[in-house]
Each structure stands twice: as C-alpha cells, then as structure tokens.
C-alpha cells in the first residue's frame, strides 16, 4: 500500500478534525493534511484522544500543495451524478473498490474529504485523478465527516482480525482422554463408548476450542467427578497436560 494521506479541506468543526484523527490511527493512519483548518483547540485534543499525536502532527498546507506532490488524488463526494454525460463525477469507486485500484500504486495519494457542509467544490473534484463515494441510503446520503473518513480508513487498512490462540492437539487429546474417564465415571454404556467419543470429537472440533475453554471444560468435568465420588479425583489425576490442578473448589466461567 502507498503512502496516504488523509486530506481534511477547510473542515469547520475541530470535534470532527479530532476524531478523524482518531479513526485514523485506529486503522494505522498517521498522515493527516489540513487545508484552511477551524482554530483547534480543547475540544479537537479531547475527541482525538490517545491520537493525539496524529492530531498535533498534522500538516497544515493549501490545496495546491497536495496537488502538486500528489502522485494520485482521490476525491470523496456523498452525491454522484447518476448520467455519463457529467464527466465529472463519473465513474466513481467505493472505498473497497478504491483499495483494490490503489494497492499497488507507487507515490503519494491524497484523499480529499470536504466541507461538512457542502463538501468539495466543482474545480476540487474536477482536478481529482478518482472520485470515491460510500454508499448510503438515498434518504440521509451524507455521513458526518469523521465517519466518513473511518469508512475509507477501515477498507485501505485491510487489518486482520486479532488472533486468538485455538486448543493444541495436544490439549485436545488430554481433554478427550478426560471425557473418556468422565463416561466410565458416570457409567456410561459400553456398547456406545466409541460412537459417543466420535460425536463428541467432531462437536469439539468443529467449536475450535480455546485453551481457556478447553480449561473450563476440565473444570466442568472435575466438579462433575467431585459430586459424583470425591475419590474419583485422586484415581483419575493424571501427571500430563494443563488440566491437572485437582483443587474441587476450581471456579468455572
């Protein structure tokens, strides 16, 4: 991904310039442009909050500034013309169109994001390389400028999802082994033992269980033992795995 700039053009509230700050580097942005800013002040630094430094390091320059280090300038707009014959505004992209367009470019991309109340001018747009628009619905089209900035934020940034740790086939297998125990404790048929392990296998593997909810398993199993014969847990302790701490008081989520 190139180099991007955010572009705020002559916004007139600094609550907005603050949490479009913000949404930035909630999505990994740092690059924040201002032309013919309002006074920032208090409120800007609050609604920023811990981006604070994206809102204090933001270059303020003109407009002919961006266009003329720009490799690429990219205008959002709320209202497109729906007739090729306005040449201007045609075509356009959504922001998931805009990051498959831009992803391989080279340089510098401004975005320009314009007034809250009337957005960018005709010559703005018309010395633009690309227009992107979101879609919304046609009975409140505009959105408010940080959203919309968010918006285009979240679709360029393409973050994954946190990552969060799945069960070891190694902690599965001690969890089944422990399931296995449990069934012989509560004297669960014979003839069945082998088809109830199998359904059990597939339900718990297609769950992808966490190591904390493998643990919270075992505890629900080792309470279950304790009511049944609090002997049960000094013959079935075994000296493998992370389901080991035999203390019956263990609190489950």
Known sequence: MPEIDIVLVAPLYEGNVGFAARVMKNFGFSRLVLIDPCKLGNEADGRA???????????VCTIE???????????????VSKSVCHSMRMPFYSPKELRERIQDADGRISILFGRENWGLNNEEVRRSDMICTIPASAEYPILNLSHAVGIVCYELSNLPLPSIAVASP???SYLYRHIDRYLDAIGHPAFKRANTLILIRRVLGRAQLTVREASILHGLL???EWHIDPALLDRNKQPEGPDHDTNSTEKTD
């Open 49 to 59: 909050s811990h981006a604070y430094d994206v809102l204090h390091h933001a270059e």
């Open 65 to 79: 500034d961006v266009f003329a280090r720009s490799t690429l300038v990219i205008a959002t707009t709320g209202l």
């Open 170 to 172: 190694q902690d599965m």
């Open 222 to 224: 080792r309470r279950s």
